[in-house]
């Protein structure tokens, strides 16, 4: 069963959360986290992307960034813009996009739980990723931005949380600039604490890394790390665990992932059409956006149209948790078979495009020039992905998009007591 605690949080005060909180460090560049930054002295990109008070050009893994991380997190405390939780606690964090709201909790999941397989994972991660993450956490002995878990979902866990977010005034509530809606509850009652750790430790059996697969390794290492490091670890130190929000499976939706291409292979548009009706049903659907609207399902947009693509039986396995993805599908069959890309992760002929962007953006790129070819696909399911974890299988690269981005600067967790 999952370990998920209460903890200390350090938390800004109300009148300057939503100056504070921002997106996390690694969706930015230093330009645009300059920019983001600017007229907020208490933005938390002051300690996440600490270059932007850097001389311009220095390098962003510098001794003094890091440095300057480190002066600027201590100078947030000691000006009362990050402030300890005399009791450990949970927090309820709620996302607001498009009139649909999702509730999660935070909590300080279990480094051990990591190790053990409890906390699942759907990706592969890389040691260098994972040392890039781990460097700011060990300047800063705290984990500055959460992680994004899901879980399957308790009846009385989403109770919990329903009766607070009715009785309870929220501490943070904005909108940000994005038009994303945040809210965070603190939970002050110790009987409603002791009873979460509780249902958490009995009723929750495993929880699933949705976004944040590089940064949930890093917090497991550093925890490792750690206890190495003291000789007289007992387990219950902070450093044990680290920050995750998590949400209950049935409120999250997955958002599609697209690719995008830069040629056909050596191909006429002609000649890949005909191909295409080898593996699958091909409409011209015309010059109007086409989004596909069930699983197996694809749409294509060539040379100024769109088009249906229906998958033909034998092309996927519904039995299998990777050969039922669409991304299989595609990948097996189009972008390796036909269009010559073999490794997603290192060809420099395809790009990924998150459906928050729309199809818009798949035409834009193709009409540009910049793309050929561009395909739009149906969203993973959430049960898809806890599948594909529950059996140790690994998701393909570039399947699953979320959105919104957790704000970083709401909570944050000390990896040493108070």
């Known amino acids: 069963m999952a370990i998920i605690k209460p903890f200390k949080g350090l938390r800004p005060p109300q009148n300057i959360s939503q100056d504070l909180a921002c997106l996390p460090y690694d969706v930015m560049n230093s330009q645009e986290a300059a920019q983001m930054a600017e007229g907020k002295d208490c933005s938390l ?10 001389p311009a050009g220095t390098d962003i893994h510098s001794e003094e960034v890091y440095e300057k991380s480190v002066s600027n997190f201590k100078a947030f405390q000691e000006k009362g813009w990050l402030v300890q ?6 927090y309820i964090y709620a996302q607001t996009m498009e009139g649909r709201t999702q509730y999660g909790i935070v909590g300080a999941a279990a480094c051990e739980d990591y190790a053990n397989g409890i906390i699942k994972k759907h990706e592969l991660t890389r040691p260098d990723k994972e040392e890039d993450r781990m460097i700011l956490t060990r300047y800063l002995d705290a984990n500055i931005e959460p992680v994004f878990f899901s879980y399957k979902a308790v009846p009385e866990i989403d109770a919990i949380v329903e009766n607070i977010v009715k009785n309870q005034a929220a501490d943070y509530d904005f909108t940000a600039e994005d038009g994303f809606g945040h809210h965070l509850w603190a939970i002050n009652d110790a009987e409603i604490n002791n009873r979460l750790e509780e249902l958490f430790a009995t009723k929750v059996p495993a929880t699933y890394v949705a976004d944040g697969h590089h940064r949930t390794a890093a917090a497991a290492r550093i925890g490792d790390e750690k206890s190495g490091q003291n000789p007289n670890h007992t387990g219950d130190e902070e450093y044990n665990f680290f920050m995750a929000v998590h949400f209950p499976d049935n409120q999250l939706k997955i958002i599609d992932y697209n690719r995008a291409v830069k040629d056909l292979n050596g191909l006429t548009p002609d000649e890949l059409l005909a191909k295409l009706n080898e593996v699958f049903t091909v409409e011209c659907m015309g010059e109007g956006e086409y989004r596909p609207a069930q699983l197996h399902e694809f749409s294509m947009y060539l040379e100024g149209k769109w088009y249906k693509l229906n998958a033909k039986e034998g092309t996927y396995d519904d039995n299998d948790p990777i050969g039922v993805l669409d991304v299989t599908i595609l990948s097996n069959h189009v972008l390796d078979k036909m269009l010559g890309i073999e490794d997603l992760r290192r060809s420099t002929r395809i790009d990924f495009i998150g459906g928050i962007r729309g199809l818009g953006e798949l035409k834009k790129r193709v009409d540009s020039g910049d793309m050929k070819v561009a395909f739009a696909l149906y969203p993973v399911s ?14 393909p690269p570039k399947t699953t998009w979320f959105e919104p981005k957790l704000r970083s600067g709401l909570v944050i967790h000390k990896l040493e007591s108070k």
């Open 45 to 54: 990109l002051h300690i996440t992307r600490a270059e932007i008070d850097c």
């Open 85 to 90: 939780d005399d009791e450990a606690k949970y």
């Open 382 to 395: 959430m049960q898809q992905l806890i599948d594909i974890a529950d059996t140790g299988n690994i998701m």
